[in-house]
């Protein structure tokens, strides 16, 4: 069975705003752009390699609106699942809404997914999300808002106002990566949980590919999450390369957890760590990767109940 492929797709890294906890924040020195028809070669040659969904992010990707457009046509002649990541500025009026949610819609896209959060709010009124969302229920796009949150009180009325609204969200935990990377942080005691990550491939505007886009080249003294630039090798390549590395498949499927006490972390202190932190932990350190890959075809694999 072909294994699903999906990937998010840096088109650009420019934003308009600045978030106080962007994790693309410093994924790349300045800003970058991929070349519009680059961009394209590259969306038809994922579609010949099976790529079944594609999800526009990194910066701000509707400051680009008419060449993402053009992307998600092509998405749509390829049968590729579309979606844009976008934090709602241009939802200023409902009016300007209507217009825009109307145009995604015409040119087929999947799925809108609304970034918000109290730092995306501090530069962008949350109205704009409520009247985005209120255009996608009625040109019936499919669409979800994605509220960012440190778990903390402050985010008690950004919560509410989008329940007074009867608004769809998920809170996605903050990842303390990026800009957020200087954040205090209040200590977590999970539950002894697994830490399993599907991992999602993310390709850079500078045509680098990544085995996870929420860290990508952040693993600094390993690069364990880079998986090559498009320059010089092909997608079906480095998708092969996420797909048959043996430890981003443990990751997968054993999950983190499992992988640090293998490597004799302490119960206690596994379960103040949060996933991305774990990862990091492990996978950004020479000692623990030479561990880990050494025994990750013997003791680790059956390091399981
Ligand atoms: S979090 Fe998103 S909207 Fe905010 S600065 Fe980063 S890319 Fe822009
Ligand atoms: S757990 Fe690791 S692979 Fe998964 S999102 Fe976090 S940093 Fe990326």
């Known amino acids: 069975m072909n294994p699903v492929r999906q990937i998010a797709f840096g088109y650009s890294t420019q934003c308009n705003i600045k978030c106080g906890h962007c994790v693309a924040a410093d994924a790349s020195p300045g800003t970058a752009k991929m070349d519009f028809d680059r961009a394209k070669d590259i969306i038809q040659e994922m579609a010949r390699c099976h790529v079944t969904g594609i999800s526009f992010t990194a910066g701000e990707p509707l400051l680009f609106f008419d060449d993402i457009c053009k992307l998600i046509q092509l998405c749509r002649e390829k049968g590729i699942y579309s979606r844009i990541v ?71 009325s950004f919560e509410q106002f989008l329940r007074d609204h009867h608004l769809k969200f998920f809170p996605e935990p903050v990842i303390y990566f990026g800009r957020a990377g200087e954040f205090d942080r209040q200590r977590v005691f999970t539950d002894y949980r697994p830490n399993v990550c599907s991992m999602n491939t993310y390709l850079s505007p500078e045509l680098d590919m990544f085995a996870c886009c929420d860290a990508a080249n952040r693993f600094s003294k390993t ?34 957890t499992n992988m640090a006490s293998y490597l004799g972390f302490k119960a206690r202190e596994i379960v103040q760590y949060r996933k991305c932190e774990l990862c990091e932990k492990l996978f950004n350190s020479k000692e623990n990767l030479s561990i880990l890959t050494k025994s990750a075809t013997s003791d680790l694999f059956n390091w399981r109940r």
């Open 86 to 156: 976008t934090n709602g500025y241009w939802a200023k009026t409902r009016e300007h809404a209507d217009r825009v949610v109307s145009e995604l819609m015409s040119n087929g896209l999947s799925q809108l997914r609304l970034s918000y959060s109290r730092w995306h709010q501090q530069h962008s009124n949350r109205e704009n999300i409520v009247h985005a969302a209120l255009s996608c229920q009625e040109h019936a796009l499919d669409y979800f808002i994605s509220f960012v949150t440190d778990f903390s009180k402050k985010d008690d």
């Open 223 to 256: 690069h364990f999450l880079y998986l090559g630039n498009l320059r010089n090798d092909n997608i079906d390549t480095l998708f092969r390369k996420t797909e048959t590395h043996v430890l981003y498949h443990l990751i997968r499927t054993m999950g983190l």
